[in-house]
């Protein structure tokens, strides 16, 4: 199956450009490029013009993250989608390990381990719930904690390294474009629960996130956390979406 790489961007070629050596470098399993600039002003669009190896769509200001990954599922030739950060570095077998879970048709979202690139401590191995709050579980533990090395079942992943079926994506309207630059990935998470699949964290995907670079990346948190528990407050005592406590999901 083909995956489409799909990464929105909004300045900061220096980190895009390392993302984009890092896939050259480590990604052998079959797949295309798609980039999504939101408007970039620094050096960003000169760098990907004609830049063969993509496929550029190119809006004429910030669309944000939920709009401009829509944008790119639209446009994507894969069978499966991969979201992705522009400021990620990727490593041997990422993507390979992950579109293997998807062999489950049970699955229906895939995520990984993300670390700081400067400790190499845990950013991310799962997002859990607590009173109906996300949270990152094993957040800022060393990279190589036990617990993290387990395969397990997830109300939801980050939406920095997203793996889903293209098919999937669409059927449920993508990311909600309510939300701005928040919560549009956990909110995808928990639709998919609803529509009868899993999320599951693979271990055996490792990448690099250096987190947050983009300017105003957090301006509406509130805004975007009003919004989410305002359509999942009540959908989350279904008992559709998996239990709260991680720990007795493996």
Known sequence: MLVSIIIPVFNQWPYTEKCLKSIQQYTTYPHE???????SKDETAKELTGNSTIKLLTNPHNLGFA?????????????LLLFLNNDTIVTPGWLRSMVNLLTDSKIGVVGNKLLFPDT???????VFLH???????YYNQPGNFSESNI?????????ACLLTRKILFLEVGGFDETYINGYEDVDYCLKIWEKGYKVIYCPDSIIYHYGSISAGRHLLEKQNLACFLEKWK?????????????LKNS
């Open 120 to 126: 190499n401590r845990i950013q991310h191995t799962g």
């Open 33 to 39: 490029i798609i980039i999504i600039d939101n408007g």
């Open 67 to 79: 709009r401009a990954c829509n944008q790119g599922a639209k446009i994507a030739r894969g069978e």
């Open 234 to 246: 009540n959908k989350l005592k279904s008992g559709k979406i998996i239990n709260e406590n991680p």
């Open 151 to 159: 395969k397990k079942i997830y109300p939801a992943v980050t939406g």
């Open 131 to 137: 009173n109906k709050l996300p949270g990152h579980i």
